[in-house]
């Protein structure tokens, strides 16, 4: 089965701190997302990287940035968080980009 | 640009059929998928249809008319644990263009 796990189910960080979203899959997928996820909006993609050091902006990326060092490791990085940023982000991986997508358990972030 | 209409909400009885429709306007199309999402966890995947027609899963099936934009999902012999939301999502054609999700059907299933 594939995993993918994200380092933790909730946070919460204070406005203008800085905040690292690890995510890790164990399925040598070549391609991983991040979404975020808030009621009555959906899921939507802030930031996807189809290989190693590669990354594209998804339909929200304005205060979000990526890293993705090795294969298995898509950390989302929010460089001076906000109450706006308030959400429940989830992290995906698939073989191919458009292809099913194995969804992480989620991270709950509540910025104060 | 892409375009994916669900229901918000959605209603049913233990024991009953429901339908969930999902209709899509987009820019080519590659493939529509379900998922299902239970409050609090991660989406996980039910079906995918990329032709036209009926794909049955159990007691989940899904429907694709490709020249109308429009799929459905439908559960039979509805269970509580059934209440969930489910979330349409269409692949497009080409490249590296990942999955565009609807915003979700939630479903209450009432005794």
């Known amino acids: 089965d594939v995993k993918v796990t994200q380092s933790s189910r909730y946070l919460v960080k204070r406005t203008g701190e800085k905040v690292f979203l690890e995510c890790v899959q164990d399925m040598d997928h070549e391609n991983m997302f991040w979404y975020r996820q808030d009621p009555g909006l959906g899921l939507r993609l802030i930031y996807f990287?189809?290989?190693?050091?590669?990354?594209e902006k998804g339909d929200i990326p304005e205060g979000y940035s990526v890293s993705r060092e090795k294969k298995e490791r898509f950390s989302l990085i929010l460089e001076s968080a906000s109450t706006n940023q308030t959400s429940m982000y989830l992290c995906?991986?698939?073989?191919?980009?458009?292809?099913?997508?194995?969804f992480g358990q989620g991270t709950r972030l509540t910025v104060v | 640009g892409q375009n994916i209409d669900q229901p918000t909400e959605m209603t049913a009885t233990e024991g009953a059929i429901v339908q969930i429709n999902c209709t899509y306007q987009t820019s080519g199309f590659n493939g529509l998928f379900w998922y299902q999402q239970h409050a609090g966890e991660a989406p996980t995947f039910l079906s995918y249809?990329?032709?036209?027609g009926l794909e049955e899963k159990g007691r989940f099936s899904s429907f694709l008319s490709r020249s109308k934009g429009y799929s459905y999902l439908l559960l039979k012999e509805l269970q509580m644990k059934d209440s969930a939301s489910y979330l349409c999502a269409v692949r497009a054609f080409g490249g590296n263009t990942p999955l565009v999700f609807g915003k979700g059907t939630r479903l209450s299933v009432i005794a």
């Open positions: 249809n990329v032709l036209d």
């Open positions: 990287s189809y290989d190693v050091k590669m990354k």
């Open positions: 995906a991986s698939s073989p191919q980009v458009g292809t099913e997508a194995f």
